[in-house]
């Protein structure tokens, strides 16, 4: 069988900081039959340089440079540009294990049919990796339904298989915008059969100018809304005029509206055949969890605490938290104050405790 070319879509905008670890462990790939599409957005750093630089030294780099488009018309670029009937993703933020590439491959190979594939995440923060772990909700059969709910795939850990992919669909779609990811996942998912290998093959970095840092409100409004159009096309809820609400502004009155579509929601779930609920209750938790922070980061407990009671959802968090929420029903200044400490304290914790010291990067930040 013929090796197959992968090519390697790689959007770059002031990526200095973090584009020689990416490049890196793209070329260090024990597949080596690639080729890197790497489109400078614009960047008004080093970005053109590193890449020049990187190019010099080996020739499967392709460098297009022009003006600032934008994420969606870079990536639809490059997609036009990708020569391989494989098509992966990869941020200049995030790094690549050396195997990513031969296992996704690999599992194209068993499965032709695969129309995209994706893998587990490492979080990595500075030089430090907290290692991910393998989460029971992606059983096999489950992946459509929960692609209704979330984003199902990191978008720096997909491969496209552009012969199962008819190619008028495999174009992001600037309607949806910051979540173009989420809509162009849920519509593959939808027709074809997707697969993840629920295992760490790439390192997500965490840091303040990503763009899911960003534009998060944006990013929780796109999401809102594939959300809506999902759950509608599903004939699961008819009015969801509750999810633009609460994302345009968290109060009282948008809050009462939300709770109330949450429980018809789960009413409508609960009369689904047994043989596919699960799956659906397993994406409306995450959907959930997902409402839930969008509320939190108002940093108004009395209106997470709202939330919560209507749903009946206090089972759901932490006891520290809980309790943090009840006062704040009553004492919202000095809850707020407990919340924030909490936070801090909990991701401290949680930091120090996930990440033994072998996990310490090495210098050239390379994995």
């Known amino acids: 069988m013929p090796t197959p070319l992968v090519s390697v879509l790689l959007p770059v905008y ?11 462990s793209i070329l260090r790939q024990d597949y080596e039959h690639v080729e890197i599409i790497a489109i400078d957005d614009g960047s008004t750093d080093r970005s053109l340089e590193i890449l020049e630089r990187y190019r010099k ?19 639809n670029e490059g997609l036009g540009l990708a020569r391989g ?36 995440i490492d979080t990595l923060i500075g030089n430090r990796i907290i290692r991910g772990t393998p989460n029971p909700i992606f059983r096999a059969g489950s992946l459509r339904t929960l692609s209704l709910f979330f984003t199902i795939f990191m978008h720096s850990t997909v491969i496209y298989n552009r012969k199962a992919i008819p190619e008028p669909m495999l174009a992001y779609d600037p309607s949806y915008v910051h979540a173009e990811d989420f809509d162009l996942f849920r519509r593959i998912a939808d027709r074809f059969p997707v697969a993840i290998i629920d295992e760490a093959l790439v390192a997500y970095r965490i840091h303040g100018d990503s763009v899911t840092n960003k534009h998060k409100r944006r990013m929780r409004q796109t999401h809102l809304k594939i959300v809506a ?4 096309r599903e004939c699961l809820v008819d009015d969801t005029s509750a999810l633009a609400e609460i994302g345009v502004a968290v109060t009282t009155e948008t809050i009462r509206k939300l709770a109330e579509f949450v429980l018809v929601l789960e009413r409508k779930i609960s009369s689904r055949p047994a043989d ?18 969008l509320i939190a980061d108002e940093e ?12 009946g ?20 200044w000095c809850s707020r104050m407990s919340l924030a400490a909490t936070r801090r304290v909990d991701e401290l914790a949680r930091y120090l405790q996930s990440v033994p010291a072998a996990t310490v990067l090495p210098q050239n930040g390379t994995a």
């Open 14 to 24: 002031n990526a200095e900081s973090f584009l020689p670890a990416a490049l890196e």
């Open 57 to 75: 030294d080996d020739g499967r780099i392709l460098i297009v440079s022009r003006e600032n488009r934008g994420l969606i018309a870079t990536l």
């Open 85 to 120: 009937d494989l098509v992966a993703r990869m941020d200049a933020d995030d790094i690549s294990y050396p195997s990513r590439f031969s296992r996704q491959v690999a599992l194209f190979s068993q499965r032709p049919e695969l129309a995209l594939c994706g893998t587990g």
């Open 229 to 232: 159009e999902n759950l509608r």
């Open 276 to 293: 596919v609920r699960r799956a659906y209750e397993d994406g409306v938790v995450c959907f959930f969890y997902f409402l839930y922070q």
């Open 300 to 311: 108004r407990p009395e209106l997470t605490h709202a939330f919560l009671t209507r749903t």
């Open 313 to 332: 959802k206090w089972g759901l968090i932490r006891r520290r938290e809980r309790y943090g929420l009840l006062t704040g029903a009553r004492a919202p």
